[in-house]
């Protein structure tokens, strides 16, 4: 099972960028996959979320309208499309799957059974 992140950079305060997490070695449908995030010094915490039971999705109060979660279930792939990014948005990204029945908008760490490696944005101002 593997979850590979891909898409981090060094950008400017107001820019964009895509991040990817390419799902292998389980079905993608039946599980709940989140974005999360760990800035330096901070706790690691949820950004954005699909729920598996009907693939509605969350975004945390932090990034509403900024960010958008979508998936390629053909490609197995999830996406975290970043707008308007800030200082504050820096941090290294992770995406996380896990098989549990709640929402995944509280974003329960210990739900999520598999993570990616990370993948490091950096906004400056």
């Known amino acids: 099972v593997q979850l590979v992140e891909s898409g981090g950079r060094s950008v400017q305060a107001g820019g964009s960028l895509r991040l990817s997490c390419a799902v292998r070695?389980?079905?993608?449908?039946?599980?709940?996959i989140a974005w999360f995030r760990q800035a330096p010094g901070k706790e690691r915490e949820g950004v954005s979320c699909i729920n598996s039971i009907d693939r509605s999705t969350h975004a945390a109060n932090s990034v509403k309208g900024r960010f958008t979660i979508s998936s390629d279930n053909a490609k197995n792939t999830v996406y975290l499309q970043m707008s308007d990014l800030k200082p504050e948005d820096t941090a290294v990204y992770y995406c996380?799957?896990?098989?549990?029945?709640?929402?995944?908008?509280?974003?329960?760490?210990?739900?999520?059974?598999?993570w990616g490696q990370g993948t490091q944005v950096t906004v400056s101002s």
């Open positions: 996380a799957a896990g098989r549990f029945s709640s929402s995944c908008s509280n974003y329960v760490i210990d739900e999520y059974y598999y």
């Open positions: 070695g389980f079905t993608f449908d039946d599980y709940n």
